[in-house]
């Protein structure tokens, strides 16, 4: 079982120019992706987090469900779901503006205990910086990390939604001994200030850099660098790429029975370009279409 830990909320995408255009809701959150993304390609999973009760929050748990996702450890409230207006340029790459005063997910409460089963924890988005869930998560993430939990963290920085970014830099800097898998944008990376070299001494076994339309980069502990190039594909959004990516290489890992440190250590250089291989074709296929769409496994044989 892989648990994802994290918001789930509704993306208003534009149809269209301007400031007016119409929009469309769409199912999002970056752990909501990546959770729905791991059920299509058949990895058990669960979500972990909290929902309203509000339509939007029902229409979340459906969309999880239809994925064979387990959300039977997904808490629920009455206050609204969080949006997030996105904004799409003219290469396919969305900006976001979000609305999360009072919302549902920002009061999630850590469970005492995981999913019987749970191989790993997944982590990232906006549910590490807003309070008073991200201290929630932070402390369900290193719980699992004590116990022998493998985990992965995906931070997806939000610019605007973090008001401190030194505070926040600092913050990040303390989860890494707590992570088994770093996976973050170069622009994440560069927003940071870190080097991956740096990081990698800090906790995490890997470090996967991703570079857009260009590929993957992995490194890890023992000074290795692996890198493959991205698919080609004609670019519609790239809503979800990331989180696609992310399940991809969980679920690759799980294949390959490769959720823990050591495992991970273990893996050589024909394990890696095919681990991301299968992530940029992953996420070709999500980019290749509106919205956050990850792929079903019988896409990718």
């Keep these: 079982m892989i648990v994802v830990a994290g918001e789930a909320l509704i993306d208003l995408v534009p149809q269209g120019t301007g400031a007016l255009a119409s929009l469309r809701p769409a199912l999002g959150g970056g752990p909501y992706n990546t959770a729905v993304a791991l059920g299509r390609l058949g990895s058990p999973t669960a979500f972990c987090s909290r929902t309203s009760l509000d339509a939007f929050g029902e229409a979340l748990l459906d969309g999880l469900r239809q994925a064979g996702v387990d959300v039977s450890h997904v808490q629920r409230?009455?206050?609204?779901?969080?949006?997030?207006?996105a904004t799409i340029d003219e290469g396919g790459s969305a900006a976001y503006s979000f609305y999360v005063e009072g919302t549902a997910d920002r009061l999630f409460t850590a469970p005492d205990a995981l999913p019987e089963g749970t191989r790993a924890v997944s982590f990232g988005t906006c549910s590490l910086v807003l309070e008073p869930g991200a201290s929630a998560y932070e402390r369900l993430l290193r719980k699992a990390a004590a116990q022998g939990v493998f985990t992965a963290l995906d931070p997806n920085i939000r610019p605007g939604l973090i008001p401190d970014p030194d505070a926040y830099r600092a913050r990040f800097r303390g989860w890494l001994p707590s992570v088994s898998l770093l996976k973050l944008s170069a622009e994440d990376a560069d927003w940071l200030g870190g080097t991956p070299r740096a990081w990698l001494a800090e906790g995490p076994a890997?470090?996967?850099?991703?570079?857009?339309?260009?590929?993957l980069t992995v490194l890890t502990r023992d000074g290795s660098e692996y890198s493959v190039p991205g698919e080609k594909v004609e670019v519609v959004d790239t809503i979800g790429a990331g989180d696609t990516v992310n399940a991809a290489l969980l679920h690759g890992l799980a294949v390959r029975d490769a959720l823990s440190p050591e495992a991970l250590a273990g893996l050589g250089a024909e394990d890696w370009a095919g681990l991301l291989r299968f992530a940029a074709r992953a996420a070709a296929v999500t980019c290749?279409?509106?919205?956050a769409e990850p792929p079903y496994a019988a896409e990718l044989a």
């Design 77 to 85: 409230g009455p206050e609204p779901t969080t949006l997030a207006v």
């Design 206 to 215: 890997a470090v996967v850099i991703t570079h857009g339309g260009d590929g």
């Design 288 to 291: 290749s279409r509106a919205g």
